[in-house]
């Protein structure tokens, strides 16, 4: 339990400013034993007297008694930087054992601008048991994190189209038409479309993680809904609402990354199928909230739909209590302080984590081409997280344009109160979440329990795409039994069956799609893979609700005001399943011809 307060963004900043007195971290308390490899240099002495600290005399003698008879077994991790010449590395190996030869060969290009026949410890987990290593954390603490990042996820998300039932109102105030009162939230969608492309690299950053970035940013979101509410033009909100799009990316963009820090591969899928029911239903949550505070908030002359914008500065505010309960958990990020308190406790200066030899060997142009290019090449050159980039966009789309559709059918056609339309959101998230009782059962039998058994050879990237087949197969279908019973003489009901259907559709094509991208490429590219994804969808996405009102409203026919408007999505979605189809047929040509894949 004291990972959630020590490794946390105000437990880690009051323990700086104390002076590493308070909030002290295990390595640091009476009764450590300071593993004998951080006590010595390559087999040499100190120069100085460790002194021994209360409660570990006896592992100390016990270390040094051994010292003498330590070999490679003895987990030492030593990286070698030499400025020596070929002639003289090749020698060393040939000296040396195989396996500390090859660690030799690559560290060497990483530490050869350090001092010549510099030797450094490289930090690592106290074994595999290590309590600080956030795999080894018990059930309960996991479990905290996870509601933790799933809150947060979900209380952003909500946050892009919570102001949509106050679109008439905002019309009024500012004397516009509705295509311009949606701008606020298509902007918010691009700015969370943006984000991803810097913070990604961020919060893989070993000097930054991932905790630092939720809560700063969550802290600027949070402060961005001040001046929204007070707004008095348009253009004032769009922009505010761009720039809170922009800093609430990173708990829609990291939050899957952080499930990785502490689940393991077997659990990792179905952890991250969890995580995105709420990701995915926050958007449609957003609505009925608006709705409430949009018809009970108008009192005394107030402008109702302000409300929804105080109500997110205050469910964003909760960055004061994840500022004391949310831990680090980004493990680079970890070993990093590890070794600095380390070589404070020993002072030996040779300790290191491995991410800070990466750092430090890594030129700033190739941190900026990762930064901001790579994302953009992937898109451009890999066929399939081109057509991922696509059909997600496309999926994505259509989600959005149900903010302008169920007014048109809800609203208009079936006279329903504000409140009770944003009640017929809730058939979008009681889908994601059938959509969710038939993905995670499925990715456990296919995914989990091979890797459980040790069977790696059955787990291959096309074992997530049969699922895909199915969702792309409900989507038109939802669609369509939207689209024709959305008439004033049928009941309110079939409508709510065809949205619920296609959520169902999107919600595991959404799974099964990241989880073949996420299969299909090398870990040190996903982050941009997943930025540019997140790049194109959004700004398509965002785009779509400019003129979804337009679209219906050009294509209804009488008695069905979105008939033909949701055929044409559905016929769209009807081509879209060919893509997983294709990809299942053809996954393994295509990462043989790319560089990025795995192979």
Not at 262 to 281: D, E
Request: aromatic share 14%.
């Amino acid at each position: 339990m004291s990972q959630l307060f020590t490794e946390s963004f105000v437990g880690h900043f009051l323990y700086r400013i104390s002076g590493r007195k308070i909030f002290l971290h295990r390595d640091e308390l009476p009764g450590y034993v300071i593993p004998e490899k951080y006590l010595v240099n390559n087999d040499q002495q100190p120069e100085y007297e460790f002194p021994k600290r209360e409660g570990e005399g006896e592992g100390e003698g016990e270390h040094n008694s051994n010292n003498n008879n330590s070999s490679s077994s003895d987990n030492i991790e030593v990286a070698r930087g030499s400025t020596s010449n070929d002639e003289d590395i090749e020698k060393e190996k040939q000296q040396k054992p195989d396996s500390a030869s090859e660690e030799t060969k690559a560290t060497t290009e990483s530490n050869n601008k350090d001092d010549a026949k510099s030797d450094y410890i490289i930090v690592t987990w106290d074994g595999d048991d290590d309590p600080d290593n956030p795999y080894n954390w018990p059930f309960y603490l996991k479990a905290i994190m996870a509601f933790q990042i799933a809150f947060l996820t979900v209380s952003v998300y909500m946050g892009s189209a919570i102001y949509t039932p106050g679109v008439q109102d905002i019309m009024t105030k500012f004397n516009i038409n509705e295509t311009k009162a949606v701008l606020p939230l298509t902007m918010f969608v691009i700015g969370y479309g943006i984000g991803p492309i810097f913070f990604s690299p961020l919060s893989e950053d070993s000097r930054i993680g991932r905790t630092p970035l939720y809560i700063i940013t969550l802290f600027i979101f949070c402060m961005m809904q001040i001046p929204t509410a007070l707004s008095t033009s348009l253009a004032g909100m769009s922009v505010l609402r761009l720039i809170a799009g922009f800093f609430a990316s990173p708990a829609l963009s990291t939050g899957g990354a952080s499930f990785g820090d502490f689940i393991t591969l077997p659990f990792f899928v179905v952890g991250l199928a969890t995580w995105s029911l709420g990701a995915v239903c926050g958007p449609s949550v957003g609505p009925l909230i608006g709705a409430v505070l949009v018809q009970r908030g108008g009192h005394n002359g107030y402008e109702s739909w302000r409300w929804t914008f105080w109500f997110m500065a205050l469910i964003s505010s909760c960055f004061l209590i994840l500022g004391w309960t949310l831990p680090e958990t980004y493990a680079p990020k970890l070993l990093r302080q590890k070794a600095e308190r380390l070589r404070k406790l020993t002072g030996n200066n040779k300790i290191v984590s491995q991410a800070e030899l990466d750092h430090s060997s890594t030129p700033t142009g190739q941190v900026v081409k990762k930064l901001l290019w790579r994302p953009f090449e992937i898109t451009i050159t890999e066929p399939v997280v081109l057509l991922i980039g696509i059909y997600i966009a496309l999926v994505y789309s259509i989600l959005y344009l149900f903010f302008e559709a169920v007014p048109i059918v809800f609203q208009e056609t079936k006279h329903f109160t504000l409140v009770e339309m944003g009640v017929t959101y809730l058939s979008v998230v009681i889908g994601i979440f059938f959509g969710g009782a038939i993905y995670i059962p499925y990715v456990y039998k296919v995914f989990t329990k091979p890797l459980l058994a040790g069977e790696y050879e059955k787990v291959t990237p096309e074992i997530f795409l049969p699922p895909s087949i199915l969702g792309a197969c409900l989507m038109p279908i939802g669609l369509f039994i939207f689209g024709w019973t959305s008439s004033p003489h049928i009941h309110w009901f079939p409508p709510m069956i065809g949205t619920a259907v296609f959520a169902i559709g999107a919600f595991i094509i959404f799974q099964t799609l990241f989880n073949y991208m996420a299969a299909s490429f090398k870990v040190e590219y996903l982050a941009s893979v997943f930025s540019s994804n997140a790049f194109f969808r959004s700004v398509v996405a965002g785009c779509f609700p400019l003129f979804g009102r337009a679209l219906f409203i050009n294509l209804s026919i009488k008695n069905y005001p979105v008939g033909w408007g949701s055929s044409l999505l559905a016929f769209l979605c009807c081509l879209m399943i060919l893509i997983p189809v294709f990809f299942y047929l053809n996954g393994p040509k295509l990462r043989a011809r790319s560089k990025y894949a795995n192979h």
